[in-house]
């Protein structure tokens, strides 16, 4: 296959599966790769001959240690914001991963690259939400409401895995949308220090 692979539908079914998995990465880096290689395993989703290593018990079993311990971590106070910076990139990764897996036979570089940019992407403005939630949360409450973002962030992991293993259409939809409010958060959050900054400076400026 080539570019022209990526107009068919089961191509576009298949990207949907992929951002919807790599959507839940930026919820749970782990969750997604785990229920992957459970579905895989049990003969639900059939993965590339690149990616055999996901479709074994062996990674089953260290999916679902890496789960455990990274559930148990962001309900740790304090521990969540370094759990953050770690699994920054670590969802990017896994986004890049996931939509690599599900992808149709196509040119490598193709493959890839379009790994990188919608699952990739997709996991880390994901990721980027959740992680000014949780800065917002600790900032308004010493922390105190963090396990509330975290249950969130893991039963949204949870239902966006199978949702998309189940019903990637749909998943795709409600990701998109997700998106869509995800850039608009984040650009309002990295925009809103300098709008204050300039409203204390223009009185000074009117003095002057």
Not at 12 to 37: C, N, T, W
Not at 107 to 126: D, R, S, Y
Request: charged share 10%; aromatic share 8%; hydrophobic share 55%.
């Amino acid at each position: 296959m080539d570019l022209i692979s990526l107009f068919n539908l089961n191509t576009f079914i298949e990207l949907l599966l992929g951002i919807s998995l790599s959507a839940a990465a930026g919820f749970r880096v782990f969750v997604p790769l785990l229920a992957l290689s459970v579905a895989s395993v049990f003969g639900h989703f059939d993965l590339p001959t690149d990616f055999d290593w996901l479709e074994t018990p062996q990674a089953v079993i260290v999916f679902a240690v890496a789960c455990s311990l990274e559930i148990t971590g962001y309900y740790i106070p304090w521990l969540d914001h370094l759990l953050d910076i770690v699994a920054t990139p670590a969802a990017f990764i896994a986004g890049t991963i996931v939509t690599a897996s599900v992808a149709p036979e196509m040119n490598p570089l193709v493959q890839w690259t379009l790994a990188l940019i919608a699952g990739g992407g997709t996991a880390g403005l994901t990721k980027g939400l959740m992680n000014t939630l949780r800065i917002s949360s600790t900032g308004v409450s010493g922390g105190l409401t963090n396990p509330v973002v975290s249950t969130i962030e893991l039963v949204m992991a949870i239902a966006l895995s199978v949702l998309a293993l189940a019903l990637p259409v749909v998943a795709g939809v409600i990701v998109i949308g997700f998106l869509i409010i995800a850039i608009q958060r984040i650009w309002s959050f990295f925009n809103k220090p300098s709008s204050q900054t300039n409203e204390t400076v223009s009185p000074s400026r009117e003095l002057g």
